[in-house]
């Protein structure tokens, strides 16, 4: 019922409807439409039978017809294709009536078309859009860049109707209607388009394709593209829109090739490069080399952000972005952490630039690691030598190839009184400024010899540095070349110290080759090696007084060392102060002197040697005064030996030092004497009732008269010795403290030292030296007891403990003649030898009863 029912309606509605199939070939291209069914009014309108249409092809009943079919097809097939209703007035030429038009599209390639009578209004309408349309052609054709045609298809074939002077220009055509394309183009070139244009039209859509034309005797490439239309009667139109994309076409090669090139270079570069985007930090792209850097496939390390490699703070990844932001072009060193987990450091070169409207980084990397550790390496060697050079002993200075200094250390800086920041700039010759010391005279700087010569260098002994400040200071160098691959050096580096103290310390080696340092005098090995020359012409005749200070041994032992050593000083003085300054005054040895008198005679010779002979030299803090014993001889001929002349002048003084030498000794045990009653509390009475006591007690022994003379004179000297005593310790009155004591017990060695000196003395020099030892070992200096103290060190213990006891002393006053009897008796066989104080005391027994006295 209700198709029956629609049918119906349909029917008696006063419009046309038809409803119709678009067919589509195996491209998607409408090639014709089907009439499927149409109403009485459609029939009406249209002039067709319904009849005749029904389930048939534009194609079959449009027999003849074809532009018509074709227009009417590009249109149906514009309508599907947009998919929207659309409306046109069409005039039938055959129903001389306007005629609108309304196509609907449906489902499955299906349409529908309105038809009704056009109103007047409507046509009225469609004629002034027909007006305007003309009126958009012409901007169109006037204002495009393109060149721009219209063709017309009829006939079934196609002809220009329009085209705009850029068209003319290309086509060298400059009236074109009328003419078919292949009058322009040729016959090849339009039956290679012939079908775009059919195609076009057929479809009812615009069209887009690159072809290469002939146009005035050039191949040029055309972009074309068509828009396809029709005139209300039907009539095909294409309107052509060519644009020479030779250039073009040429230049998007070149980019592809281009293209192609950098992605090349990209893949198989065998720097890091890396594709990011700076806003999020997202890895857009990374070629071969980065992948096998950082252990990652590409597909690994494009899914990762810049974060996850790189070990920059946060912070410092933001800043970096936004630099990148900013579009900045920036280097620096980034620590990147690989899949591994190692770390490693590359240098970036990053440049913004953008695709697609997209800003993005390039980045280039390059693996420093070993590069960076090798550069730390030298940093550390540099700050190595650096404290080297400040801490070595030597001036350093570092110049450049034309001289200009480069470096000077600490040591180069007190030199030469410039500080590095001064001189670092400065040519050398500023800084280093050098004179002979001896002469004064400029020396040339040993760097300007290094770089002209390329050699090593070193100065003369004599050169001095010459400070900032006018300071002369001797210096000693080495100056080399800084050598490079060159055949010139690159520099030179000039090694110096200050030498003053080694030229001092020379001068003294060399003065204590030659001298005597306690005297100052010349010393044997100088004269020895003078001998040679002194032996020559102008010398003669030459004096040699040799002389030998009778008593230093003496002295050495009473006084000590020192005072001898004045001694020797004492009699150098006398030495040079008698002689001219051309005379050669010598230390030969100990206590021996020789003098060299060039032109001197014999008759001078002995006048400085009586002169010398009848001077007294004193020893300080005593009475003592020693004396020289002296031998002369002359050096007359060229043709002798001067050492045979020095040995008979030494001759002469052994003799006259056997002559001089019993009297001396005497005179000095005299005077040593003296000064030892003077200094203590000692008498030459003391020692004279010593002298007899021990004589009496010998002659009980029975002693020999070499005996008795020995033991005489051991009572006289044995405190000899204290003459070295300090004097307050000798008269102090109270007991003396163990500083004191440990002084006073030298005493025996001191006269033991004193008596071995004397030739006459030495027979009682081992009993000077025992007379303080006691009878149960507890004496001393050496601690021996009983029998093994000489007998007259016995004696004399006994006797000069009785003398001591009975006369007044600093520190008690004196015993009665029984007290100290029984002091013996108390401490014989401890202190003293039992039997001597035995027979000591029978003496003194007799002597009472002798001289009548009572107890």
Known sequence: MQDKYTQNMLDILPFGIGYFKLLLNSNQMAVDYVFLDLNPAFEKLSGWKRTELLNKKASEVLVGKEETRQYWLSFYASVMQSGRTQEMIHYMKELKRYLSISVIPAEDNHFTIFLKEATPEAIRLNQQKSIGWGGMLDAIFDSSRDAVAMLEKRDGEYYYVRDNQRHQEATGFAKIEGLTPGEVFGPADYANFRQLYDDCLNSGRPAHYVHIVALQGQKRMWEIEMIPSFSQEGIGYLLLFNKDATDITKIQKENEELTQWLKVMFDQH?????????????????????????????EELCSRQLRHISLLPPQKLEERFHRELMGYQYYESLPSRLKSGEVRLLDFYASSFFHQDRQLMHALGFDVTGREAYRSQM?????????????????????????????LNHVGEEL????????????????????????????????????????????????????HQGKCIPIADRTAPLSLDSDSPAGAVMVFRDVSSEKQYNKQIEFLSYRDPL????????????????????????????????????????????????????????????????????????????????????????????????????IEGSDLNVSLSLGCAVHCTTEGRVEATLSKAEEYMYHQKLLDGKSYRNGIINTLLATLYEKSNETEEHSKRMEEYCYSIGKRFQLSSKELNELSVLALLHDIGKVSIDPDILKKPGAL???????????????????????????????????????????????????????????????????????????????????????????????????????????????????????
């Open 270 to 298: 065998q720097a890091m490069q890396l594709i990011y985007d700076p806003f999020s930090g997202e890895i857009v792209n990374a070629n071969r080399a980065a992948c096998q850097f950082y252990g990652y496939s590409k």
């Open 379 to 407: 940093l550390q060697e540099r700050d190595l030598l650096e404290i080297t050079l400040r801490s070595i002993g030597d001036g350093v200075v570092v110049t450049d190839q034309n001289g200009i200094i480069t470096s």
């Open 416 to 467: 030469t009184g410039w500080k590095r920041e001064q001189a670092v700039g400065c040519h050398f010759s500023e800084v280093i400024i050098l004179q002979s010391e001896e002469t004064g005279l400029p020396v040339e700087s040993p760097i300007q010899k290094v770089l002209q010569t390329g050699c090593v260098v070193e100065l003369d002994d004599d050169a001095e540095l010459i400070s």
């Open 519 to 618: 005297t100052g005098l010349y010393n044997r090995r100088y004269v020895e090696g003078m001998m040679n020359e002194l032996n020559n012409q102008e010398n003669l005749p030459l004096a040699i007084i040799m002389g030998d200070i009778n008593g230093l041994k003496i002295t050495n032992d009473v006084f000590g060392h020192q005072s001898g050593d004045m001694l020797l000083r004492s009699v150098a003085k006398l030495l040079r102060r008698s002689c001219k300054q051309k005379d050669m005054v010598a230390r030969w040895g100990g206590d021996e002197f020789i003098i060299f008198m060039p032109q001197t005679g014999l008759k001078r010779a002995e006048e400085i040697l009586d002169k010398l002979k009848n001077a007294q030299v004193s």
């Open 737 to 855: 403290n163990e500083t004191e004591w440990q002084e006073m017990k030298r005493h025996p060695e001191i006269g033991y030292r004193i008596a071995q000196a004397t030739p006459e003395l030495a027979t009682v020099s081992e009993l000077i030296l025992a007379h303080h030892e006691r009878w149960d070992g507890t004496g001393y200096p050496r601690g021996i007891q009983g029998e093994s103290i000489p007998l007259a060190c016995r004696i004399l213990a006994v006797t000069d403990a009785f003398d001591a006891m009975t006369n007044d002393r600093v520190y008690r006053k004196a015993l009665n003649r029984l007290e100290a009897v029984c002091e013996l008796e108390r401490n014989a066989g401890t202190q003293f030898d039992p039997d001597i104080v035995h027979i000591f005391l029978e003496l003194l027994q007799a002597e009472k009863e002798e001289n009548g006295l009572k107890n």
